[in-house]
């Protein structure tokens, strides 16, 4: 063969090996940006999904300092729910009010007010459909045994719709006749507790939490009810805020 011919060849398969060489750089390049790209693209996806957590997050946690108490959403996953009744009967001995910026609170639901603001919950208050005297203090005495005598369930003025968006009920009441009001049974009765974080909070005239830890740990048997309850003395109330504070901290629920 012509030395011309050879050397001829020799270049072209030369000049076509470099193209090769070329062309897989330029292939390999653009597949590391392309893994870059993903890369980058995943990181962002996180970052994206992150920045979603972070947003969602932002949605769930509750300003406490907010004036306005969240209302039950389904963004919570602490419910404070809770009954009580601020008496106005004129008489100190016999009034359950503790006035909280011109506001009369009922003794329970400064309680479960400070509870709130810790923890930036939902708060549920348990109303009655029927109109307890709170102006009487004899009258609301007699209505609440006859209702304690009857076993009654007094109606609920509303309903809970979401309640399976909670995983950590608060669940607050005043000492009626050494039990729980009749109507928490009602509130008891209304709902599936089962594997719920529950704690309890009570106030009362004397008589502690008079059984009522048991009474409710054995109601709601399918969830975790927590046996340190909290109590409070009426004539303590001026305690409540250090010690909601000391109590949530002794439970895990805050640091
Ligand atoms: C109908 C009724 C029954 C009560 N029975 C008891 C009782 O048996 N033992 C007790 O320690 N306090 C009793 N109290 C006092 C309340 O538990 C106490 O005043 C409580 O702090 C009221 O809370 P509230 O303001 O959130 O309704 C009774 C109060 C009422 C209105």
């Avoid at 693209?41 to 920045?51: F, I, P, W």
């Avoid at 369930?153 to 309903?159: Q, V």
């Avoid at 009441?173 to 909070?201: A, C, H, M, R």
């Avoid at 010690?243 to 895990?252: A, G, N, S, Y």
Wanted: glycine share 6%; hydrophobic share 35%.
């Amino acid at each position: 063969m012509n030395k011309n011919i050879i050397i001829g060849i020799i270049a072209v398969i030369i000049i076509i090996a470099v193209s090769i060489g070329a062309i897989f750089i330029v292939n390999s390049n653009n597949s590391k940006d392309n893994n870059n790209t993903s890369q980058n693209g995943l990181n962002t996806e996180n970052e994206n999904n992150n920045k979603t957590n972070v947003v969602e997050n932002e949605d769930n946690t509750i300003d406490i300092s907010e004036e306005n108490k969240p209302e039950i959403s389904s963004t919570g996953k602490i419910l404070v729910a809770y009954f009580s009744l601020p008496e106005t009967t004129g008489t100190a001995k016999e009034d359950s009010t503790v006035t909280v910026n011109g506001e009369n609170l009922g003794n329970t639901q400064y309680v479960a007010n400070l509870i709130q603001e810790h923890t930036g919950a939902d708060v549920f208050r348990i109303e009655a459909v029927k109109q307890y005297n709170i102006s009487d203090h004899q009258a609301l005495i007699d209505d609440a045994k006859e209702e304690q005598n009857n076993d009654a369930r007094p109606e609920i003025k509303s309903k809970i719709s979401n309640f399976e968006d909670y995983d950590t009920i608060f669940i607050g009441y005043p000492i009626w006749w050494s039990d729980l009001p009749q109507i928490l049974y009602t509130f008891l009765e209304s709902y599936d507790f089962t594997g719920k974080n529950v704690y309890l909070f009570s106030t009362n005239g004397g008589s502690g939490l008079a059984g009522t830890v048991s009474t409710i740990t054995n109601k709601l048997n399918t969830a975790n009810v927590n046996s340190n309850a909290f109590k409070l003395y009426r004539n303590n109330m001026e305690d409540a805020p250090e010690e909601v504070e000391t109590w949530l901290k002794q439970i895990d629920i805050i640091d």
